[in-house]
Antibody, heavy 123, light 111 residues
């Protein structure tokens, strides 16, 4: 059974830094495409970042240059380093496996999700 | 404005059929991508419902089906049940944004 467990969320001031973790069991983070999705309170889902099995990374425009996705093979854990956070980054952050059902394209879906970790950015 | 437009809400009585639309609003005429659908029950984590326009992951009842034609995708739910009451999101990829995108979500109310 696949389990993804996020941690690291909390209350942080604007401009600060935070690192989110997503510990995986039942799947190998380094051989899968892994992604972060966030959901602001009472709002919809927003894709944030992805790391391919080969290490290529992509980000939504609003976090480029501030957030960094990475992974630790030995810990089978995915990370999201959040720097220069803003009030609008306040959200529940989910990690998920991003599986490609159509080879060589961007057609991918998120089939396993963690329970999420809440990040609150407030003065 | 989201690249993928969904109605904010839909409703239906138990046993009825409802559909939720997802319209692509893109200025580019480049590659089109598949649409996936997620269900988020109140207070829970999103769950993949449909991938690749019309494929159901294992365990998803066949009451849920998806379709896509041109720039319009739809999620259909037949035999509506009380526990189908949830938020539903479509998701795809936008090449002009170089990003995966979600629709704004549709709240399904079972009357």
């Amino acid at each position: 059974e696949v389990q993804l467990v996020e941690s690291g969320g909390g209350l942080i001031q604007p401009g600060g830094s935070l690192r989110l973790s997503c510990a995986a069991s039942g799947l190998t983070v380094s051989t899968n495409f892994m992604t972060w999705v966030r959901q602001a309170p009472g709002k919809g889902l927003e894709w944030v970042s992805v790391i391919y099995s080969g290490g290529t990374t992509y980000y939504v425009e609003s976090v480029k240059g501030r957030f960094t996705i990475s992974r630790d093979k030995s810990k089978n854990t995915l990370f999201l380093q959040m720097n220069s956070v803003r009030v609008e980054d306040t959200a529940v952050y989910y990690c998920a496996r991003f599986f490609g059902y159509s080879s060589g394209s961007r057609n991918m879906a998120m089939d396993h999700w963690g329970q999420g970790t809440l990040v609150t950015v407030s003065p | 404005q989201s690249v993928l437009t969904q109605p904010p809400s839909v409703s239906g009585a138990p046993g009825q059929r409802v559909t939720i639309s997802c319209i692509e609003n893109r200025s580019d005429t480049g590659a089109r991508y598949d649409v996936n659908w997620y269900q988020q029950l109140p207070g829970t984590v999103p769950k993949l419902l449909i991938y690749g326009n019309n494929n159901r992951p294992s365990g998803v009842p066949d009451r849920f089906s998806g379709s896509k034609s041109g720039t319009s995708a739809s999620l259909a739910i037949t035999g509506l049940q009380a526990d189908d009451e949830a938020d539903y999101y479509c998701q795809s990829y936008d090449s002009s944004l170089s990003a995966w995108v979600f629709g704004g979500g549709t709240k399904l109310t079972v009357l």
